[in-house]
């Protein structure tokens, strides 16, 4: 059972950089956005900060799906335990 939680402990520390990773990125989406509308930089500056943004935000959080796609559920294996110490038979 250790090894499971160890197992989940990590995809979970794992999709949360890759989560925070695509917030940074979702950010300068935004900060990109506001440039263009602001008019204060310039258009190619602008457009390569949201473009740039996109990019790290779309590749992050479909990394972070794939890293819990692929880790094994300690849940699953917690709710089973539970379910056959503690079910009540008909």
């Known amino acids: ?24 990125g979702a950010v300068a989406v935004a900060a990109g956005v506001i440039q263009l509308f602001d008019g204060d930089a310039s258009l190619s ?5 949201a473009l740039s943004g996109a990019v790290l935000a779309a590749a992050s959080w479909r990394r972070a799906r794939t890293v819990l796609e692929d880790s094994k559920p300690a849940t ?9 110490n503690y079910a009540q038979s008909d």
């Open 1 to 24: 059972m250790a090894q499971f939680q160890n197992n989940s402990d990590r995809a979970l520390l794992a999709c949360s950089f890759w989560l925070h990773s695509g917030f940074i």
């Open 76 to 84: 699953t294996v917690a709710a089973r335990n539970w379910e056959k």
């Open 45 to 49: 500056s602008a457009l390569a900060l």
